[in-house]
Nanobody
């Protein structure tokens, strides 16, 4: 599976961006999809994840209520709608895919995801 992330950019605090992640290759395998981010000098952190059907979604606390993950399996694309952006959301955002984690507590673990995109930069100015 190859993943191509896009949609990053520079936005003022309070603004919105929508990230997209297009998948190619074996996209019919029921993969869970996720977004992670990495700010300068910090470790990569989980942002959001979604099941194959879209019926289950997971968010880290800091983005709950501001970000929305969704997917369109017909287009092999997952989205991250980011609203009410804050300067602390500034990071490189990566999309990832993997077999659905067995436990809800592990959906946020990067080790669960075997395929990664190249990242897209999101910069939020104050």
């Amino acid at each position: 599976v190859q993943l191509q992330a896009s949609g990053g950019g520079l936005v003022q605090a309070g603004g919105s961006l929508r990230l997209s992640c297009a998948a190619s290759g074996r996209t019919d395998s029921g993969y869970a999809m996720a977004w992670f981010r990495q700010a300068p000098g910090k470790e990569r952190e989980f942002v959001a994840a979604i099941s194959w059907s879209g019926s289950s979604t997971y968010y880290t606390d800091s983005v709950q209520g501001r970000f929305t993950i969704s997917r369109d399996n017909a287009k092999n694309t997952v989205y991250l709608q980011m609203d009410s952006l804050k300067p602390e959301d500034t990071a490189v955002y990566y999309c990832a895919a993997g077999y659905p984690p067995r436990y809800s507590s592990t959906w946020a673990a990067s080790i669960e995801y075997h395929y990664w995109g190249q990242g897209t930069q999101v910069t939020v100015s104050s």
